[in-house]
């Protein structure tokens, strides 16, 4: 009886194991990987409209230390979503199993971050150590989806030096249901098969060479295999609807939201007090939105169906605070009080380089963020309502240029919001400073920043002590032992906000004074640093943000020198931008006047190494010395 | 069970006769309840509070005390009233606020948290409005085995608003008697905290920071206690009375100022005003104390009783044949402590740095390679001792757990445990849970003072203090002229121990040549430096060597401005900030020297030479000395910095400041070639 049970349970375990010897990884996955994905499988078994289970192994051979990452597990699990079944094997570079997880050296946590007052988001985590280089890692779970809104989607390589040998994809589903996908980076179609009434979606590849992170790299989505699945017909927590268009998804929000909207009566009465007298709908937003920035603030708290559904307006009314989805909603219902029609967008916010939403594939994954919108056809207004002190219509580049879904009164569209232009991003530096005879700096500065130039300018004006501030510019600026005083700014709200910065900076030492020389950088602060161009670039270079800036230095230098050198004037223009820096002297004055414009614009790998000489031209002319001899 | 041998023991308290009162010395009171908020409280004026607060802690009112419980045992009574007023809206994240509840320990039960109030007043019109937090707005989180959090967050909050939350902890554990911290992210008015221990109880108090005590007194109160032991359905409850004179301590400060966090200190937690408690022993009887905390020598024989450390000297049979294929049997006793050392720490993953006691048996950590930084010094001196070899545990607390107390034995002050051991008449202390650490080397972050010995006939301290350790980098360049290639010479380095040891690290990560090229960059265009090499990289005991060679392209420049220190010139005063409050307190002593010997370049004659300068940091702390001649066509230029100590008070920071503003300055000034015509 012994024996049986022993073959039983062994057989198996032969027939199924891999052989993870590190020797059969051929040499060209290995060049510039950090590890290698052996195997994968992700395995998505749809029960029924809210059931699924997702099974999900992969085995990852780490090549050194920077992919010692990957021989840490961690995935999260809440009321919607359990995890189980989890295990993992260490390997040594023979293949011969060296370590299992034990169940109880697996930890738990409250997946909680420091900004929310509550969530049932718990993790799981377990990590191998081993320092004998190449190793494998195998790691299985399994998670149980009670209620089905977004499905996890399919993208082997997420990262940089990452090279992969095979990674399988397969989605199982009843015969009517439906499912959808969206390939990226995928050749060909997927293997579909229909065995006992259950169709069977398979998608495969292998042997797929690393790729490296380069500056400007195109979206990581952009670059390696995707696939994304959603459903068709969906349910969850007791709500249910149809995401195959985004009318349906705005439909299904609508769901959600329904019935959240009522104010308690005391806000209803502030809202008539503060617009009732007002005409325009510019004034009655600006009003409400100044309202709410006064009397809310951002708590997180995501339970369940809460993770996508809106605490009530009336919730939000008595304790005056809620997340981005509460506050939204709320903001939207004090504007239809009003008499203004707004509605509740949703979005992925982030700034940079993001992965726009799929146009043709409608799916809830996409999004991670609420803002109101009120519509018009010249003049559309967005609303951030979690921040307290961003000015009224200024999306900033948390959720700028994207498309969002708007939910309307019926259902859902896809909408874009506010692109800020070069001429609306702009950085003007004046600066009068003079030098004394020990080399010391006097400056003092007037900046100008505007649109996405002004938001760090706005967090330092808004959300900074003194001393935070002082701090900030003791370190920031590129000058050798010097400190900054009398900071002040001047911020013009306005759909493209404006801040006005003043800063005094003495700077010992800011000239170096020998015997009878004097050595001086004019450009005092704005200044490039190289591309590197050790490697041949692979992908497309991508500027996401266009912008201008503008200095003018007048530097006054101590009487009796005479120029020794001076750098000569630069000035160039190419379809990369624009640059030039000029320099007059008159007596003891020198006046430096340096222009910079960067174009949001996409060009081809082959243009870098001209994107390259321009960067060290601009380096160069940035960092040029003038110097001065003592006059006998 | 611990409840009932308490109960026995406690029938013989001898009760104090004599009572007396809190000592109305001093011109402050107090407080012993708070008073109804009223509008002027949503003024402040003190000296602490200026423009920058964000918040002010008004009152922060704690005390602890002892009371029988029906377990027949005593509970801790902790209990905190706090009131803040939220001046702006950066500081509404205080309004959420997180209890920790200790829930672990032998007996596994979660303390009583209870009596909770949190109410929100705004001022408006005069008038002030009260908002309670309702009691299903108290939420409890499980955070780990250890502990569960109770959170909750004010609602109606405005800029001005003040907030005011209360709540009682009882807790068996009366070996974790509250510790309490007086000074905060923002200016407190008021922080008081009392403390009333029964005559059996003694405890250790331990004070940290700057800041003076506005009362700080100790009396006796007389207490009556009664404990109940519950009954069950074949006895009834019994109660235990037993009275006495309390030991009442409290602790005052006020108009606290607002913790600043600085660079170059090893922890804040040095310098932040707190108190903190250690259960020293309990008096049960006249004849029987029992002591928790001990001498050196009793704690050291305690420690290594336990089955943490007793491993060590345990027959652990099954390493012998590990170690075999380690190092030879024969092999003299230096060779095995050198090898062993070597293979745990490049073959183990150390996880924690921040306990001394184990986590999981020796064998364990032997076979998963893995382990908190206990379990792998404490695996490296089983294995020593297996081998015949003596070593001893050390304890140390590290730089960011801030300082131990070197007189009380207070072993939760550590939380790091090396190994110390006698090689002939050498002393070695040994961690080997640092990649690449060399023998008998210590991590910087372990250079905090001292170490404790745990040994019981002598458990002696050993300095490890930054200002012992000495970092020495030598640089020599030699420039000359070749008749085919312009002027070319050779750059080398010797790095001193801690910058080899970051090297190392970089270099575990880094491709060579990846490194080179950002190396090289470094480098004016004019200057082409190629051919890195680097000495001693795998020696881990040795420090590094960088070789490399220079090419200098003069071209046809009529003037060449030449930097004689390339890019070892210090750029940048490392002391940015213009005021200091707290002590310097860098990882070692850093000297450097550097020196230069170059031919005048060919068709070239120097137009002007940097002058030789020698300046003193306060008589005999530190020097700067910067030397430079020519002689015929060469120049010889030697640069060096030196400090005496690692540690400079806050009186000595302007003087240090400055005297690295002169070196940045002088280290600046460049040599001027000029074409001969």
């Not at chain 1, 015997?515 to 950088?521: M, T, V």
């Not at chain 2, 107390?405 to 008449?425: H, K």
Request: charged residues 25%; neutral net charge; hydrophobic residues 35%.
């Amino acid at each position: 009886m012994k024996h049986l049970l022993y073959i039983f349970v062994l057989l198996p375990t032969i027939l199924l194991a891999q052989d993870y010897k590190t020797t059969l990884i051929p040499d060209s996955l290995k060049y510039n990987a950090d590890a290698v994905m052996r195997f994968e499988e992700l395995h998505i078994t749809i029960k029924g409209i809210d059931r699924a289970v997702v099974k999900h192994k992969w085995a990852i051979t780490i090549l050194n230390e920077n992919g010692d990452h990957f021989s840490f597990y961690s995935n999260y699990y809440s009321n919607l979503r359990s995890l189980s079944d989890i295990s993992g094997k260490l390997f040594d570079t023979e293949g011969k199993l060296i370590q299992k997880i034990k169940k109880k050296d697996i930890g738990d946590v409250s997946a909680t971050d420091e900004s929310t007052l509550l969530s049932d988001s718990r993790a799981k985590y377990f990590a191998f150590h081993c320092k004998n280089y190449p190793y494998t890692v195998e790691f299985e779970d399994e998670e149980d989806y009670n209620g089905i809104y977004i499905l996890p989607n399919w993208q082997p390589i997420e990262k940089a030096y990452l090279s992969l040998q095979q990674s399988k994809f397969i989605v199982e589903t009843p015969l009517d249901y439906n499912l959808r996908y969206k390939q990226i980076n995928y050749l060909g179609d997927p293997i579909i098969t229909n065995k006992n009434s259950i169709l069977t979606y398979a998608w495969e590849i292998t042997n797929k060479i690393s790729f490296q992170a380069e500056k400007w790299q195109p979206p990581i989505n952009e670059l390696t295999t995707k696939v994304l699945v959603a459903p068709k017909r969906f349910s969850i927590g007791g709500y249910s609807g149809d995401m195959s268009t985004w009318d349906g998804l705005g439909k299904f929000l609508l769901t959600l939201n329904k019935g959240r909207n009522e104010l308690p009566d005391n806000i209803k009465q502030d809202v008539h007090t503060l617009t009732d007298k007002l005409t325009t709908k510019q004034e009655k937003v600006y009003i409400l939105y100044n309202f709410l920035q006064q009397n809310t603030r951002y708590i997180s708290i995501q339970l369940g169906i809460g993770g996508w559904q809106p605490l009530e307006a009336k919730f939000v009314g008595e304790k005056k605070f809620g997340d981005c989805k509460a506050l939204s909603n709320y903001m939207v219902a004090m504007l239809k009080e009003a008499g203004v029609n707004a509605c509740y967008v949703v979005v992925k916010s982030g700034s940079g380089n993001h992965f726009n939403l799929i146009e043709d594939f409608s799916a809830p994954y996409y999004f991670d963020h609420v803002i109101a919108c009120v519509p018009d056809k010249k003049d559309t207004i967005w609303l951030e309502c979690t921040d307290q002190t961003m000015s009224c219509g200024y999306t900033g580049s948390f959720t700028d240029n994207r498309k969002v879904l708007m939910v309307t009164d019926t259902g859902g569209t896809i909408v874009t919001t506010p692109h800020y232009s070069i001429n609306e991003n702009r950085g003007i530096n004046n600066v009068h400073a003079s030098v004394s005879n020990d080399g010391t700096l006097s400056a003092e500065v007037i900046s100008i920043y505007t649109g996405l130039l002004q938001e760090d300018l706005h967090d330092l004006y808004y959300h900074a002590t003194q001393k935070q501030r002082d701090k900030y510019y003791n370190h920031s600026l590129n000058l050798p032992t010097y400190k900054v005083e009398n900071i002040n700014y001047k911020e013009s709200k306005g759909r493209i906000p404006e801040i006005e910065e003043h800063i005094s900076i003495t700077s010992l030492n800011y000239a170096s004074v020998t015997g009878k020389r004097l050595f001086i950088q004019p450009n005092l602060f704005s200044k490039l640093e190289k591309l590197t161009t050790d490697k041949p670039r692979k992908f497309d270079i991508v500027i996401d943000e266009s912008h201008i800036a503008i200095d003018t230095i007048a530097l006054e230098i101590p009487k009796g020198y005479s120029l020794e050198s001076m750098p000569k004037n630069v000035s160039i223009n190419n379809k990369f931008g624009f640059y030039s820096i000029e320099y007059s002297i008159k007596d003891n004055l020198i006046t430096t006047i340096r222009k910079h414009t960067e174009n949001e614009n996409r060009f081809p790998a082959s243009e870098y190494l001209e994107l390259a000489k321009f960067y060290e031209q601009m380096y160069k002319a940035d960092r040029a010395k003038m110097v001065f001899v003592k006059d006998e | 069970m611990k409840a009932n041998s308490l109960i026995s023991k406690l029938l013989a308290i001898v009760v104090y006769a004599s009572i007396s009162l809190w000592s109305a010395k001093g011109q402050y009171k107090p407080i012993v309840k708070l008073e109804k908020i009223s509008a002027k409280d949503f003024q402040v004026n003190s000296p602490v509070v200026d423009n920058n607060a964000n918040a002010v802690i008004l009152a922060d009112i704690g005390s602890t005390d002892f009371e029988g419980n029906t377990n027949g045992d005593l509970n801790l009574v902790f209990k905190e009233t706090k009131r803040i007023l939220l001046r702006s809206r950066n500081a509404f994240d205080i309004a959420t606020v997180k209890v920790p509840v200790y829930m672990g320990g032998v007996i596994d039960e979660e303390e009583t948290f209870g009596n909770f109030e949190a109410t929100t007043y705004n001022l408006e019109n005069g008038q002030i409005t009260e908002t309670k937090l309702d009691k299903a707005s108290l939420f409890k989180e499980k955070y780990n085995k250890y502990y569960n959090i109770r959170k909750f967050t004010f609602p109606n909050l405005k800029e001005g608003s003040i907030i005011e939350y209360k709540f009682t902890i009882k807790s068996p554990y009366y070996e974790h008697l509250r510790n309490w911290q007086f000074q905060d992210e923002y200016p407190v008015l008021w922080s008081q905290y009392q403390v009333t221990i029964p005559p059996i109880f003694d405890y250790l108090s331990i004070r940290k920071g700057y800041l003076k005590f506005a009362i700080d007194s100790v009396a006796n109160v007389f207490k009556a206690y009664s404990i109940i032991v519950s009954g069950d359905a074949t006895a009834a409850s019994d109660i235990y009375r037993f009275s006495g004179n309390a030991t009442a301590a409290l602790w005052v400060m006020k108009d606290i100022p607002a913790l600043k966090l600085e660079k170059y200190t090893s922890s804040n937690k040095n310098y932040l005003a707190q108190i903190s408690f250690n259960l020293r022993s309990i008096h049960f009887s006249d004849t029987y104390t029992k002591f928790i905390v001990k001498d050196w020598f009793k704690t050291a024989e305690d420690i290594l009783k336990k089955p943490d450390y007793s491993c060590i000297r345990d027959n652990n049979n099954w390493l012998r044949e590990n170690i075999q294929s380690i190092v030879p049997d024969a092999a003299p006793d230096e060779e095995k402590v050198r090898k062993i050392y070597a293979f745990l720490r490049d073959n183990f993953t150390c996880t924690d740095h921040d306990t001394y006691k184990q986590s999981q048996s020796l064998k364990k950590t032997f076979q998963t390679k893995t382990g908190n930084v206990a379990d792998i010094n404490i695996l490296l001196m089983a294995m020593l001792y297996n081998q015949g070899i003596e070593s001893d545990p050390v304890f140390l607390s590290t730089r960011d757990n801030g300082w131990a107390n070197e007189s009380a034995a207070l072993i939760n002050q550590y939380n790091y445990v090396v190994s110390r051991i006698l090689l002939g008449n050498k002393v070695y202390v040994l961690d080997a849970t640092q990649p690449r650490l060399g023998f008998g080397n210590m991590a910087a972050k372990c250079l905090n003072g001292f170490g404790r010995i745990i040994n019981k006939k002598s458990p002696w301290i050993i300095t490890l203090s930054p200002d012992s350790v000495m970092e020495n980098r030598n640089t020599a360049v030699f420039l000359n002229n070749d008749s085919i290639q312009g002027v070319v010479g050779t750059y080398s380095s010797n790095l001193g121990y801690y910058e080899s040891l970051e090297l190392r690290d970089e270099l575990a990560k880094e491709k060579q040549e990846d490194y080179a090229k950002d190396l090289f960059k470094a480098y004016p265009q004019e200057i082409e430096a190629s051919g890195l090499t680097i000495d001693s990289l795998k020696s881990y005991d040795d420090p590094i060597g960088i070789n490399y060679n220079l090419k200098l392209k003069f071209g046809e420049e009529d003037i060449v401005y030449f930097n004689p220190l390339f890019d070892e010139q210090l750029k940048k005063n490392p002391f940015e900030s213009a005021e200091r409050l707290y002590p310097v307190e860098m990882p070692y002593v850093k000297k450097s020297t550097y020196t230069l010997n170059m031919e005048v370049p060919k068709g070239y004659k120097v137009d002007e030479l940097p002058k030789s300068t020698r300046v003193k940091l306060n008589e005999d702390e530190g020097m700067f000395e910067y030397m430079i001649e020519k002689s015929d066509d060469n120049i010889q230029m030697r640069c060096k910095v030196g400090l005496k100590k690692a540690t400079y008070n806050p009186d000595d920071y302007a003087t240090l400041r400055d005297f690295f503003a002169f070196i940045v300055k002088k280290e600046a000034e460049q040599i001027v070639f000029k074409k001969i015509k």
